[in-house]
């Protein structure tokens, strides 16, 4: 059993909830947190921004990632949206177990 974490911001509390509650529902994910403020700086088209978004954690199954990272891309709201995934390469067994079985 392979646990990943999958991390993505969002512009919004609303867009990520929205999110959130679609991705566990279709069984991509075992559970979602949402971190409600976090400030991030970057370039975007030559123009340097400072915004106010928020971010998720998504804990998913291996076999769940490309699915989920796919869903997420299609319905967010950014054109070119950070999405990251991160093998957890230690957890609690019970804990794997859940998330496989919550996947499936």
Same mark, same amino acid.
């Given at each position: $059993?392979?646990?990943?974490?999958?991390?993505?911001?969002?512009?919004?509390?609303?867009e990520a909830?929205? $999110?959130?509650?679609?991705?566990?529902?279709?069984?991509? &994910? &075992?559970?979602?947190?949402?971190?409600p403020?976090?400030?991030?700086t970057?370039e975007?088209?030559?123009?340097?921004f400072?915004?106010?978004?928020?971010?998720m954690? *998504?804990?998913?199954?291996?076999?769940?990632?490309?699915?989920a990272?796919?869903? *997420?891309?299609?319905?967010?709201?950014?054109?070119?949206? &950070?999405?990251? &995934?991160?093998?957890?390469k230690?957890?609690?067994?019970?804990?794997?177990?859940?998330?496989?079985?919550?996947?499936?």
């Amino acid at each position: $059993m392979k646990i990943y974490f999958i991390y993505v911001n969002f512009k919004s509390i609303k867009e990520a909830k929205k $999110m959130s509650f679609k991705i566990v529902k279709n069984k991509f &994910a &075992a559970c979602v947190n949402i971190i409600p403020t976090i400030y991030s700086t970057y370039e975007w088209k030559k123009k340097t921004f400072i915004d106010k978004e928020c971010s998720m954690i *998504i804990k998913t199954s291996k076999s769940k990632v490309e699915k989920a990272i796919n869903f *997420i891309r299609r319905n967010h709201s950014y054109e070119c949206p &950070a999405i990251s &995934a991160f093998p957890i390469k230690k957890s609690h067994k019970d804990f794997e177990k859940w998330v496989t079985d919550q996947t499936k």
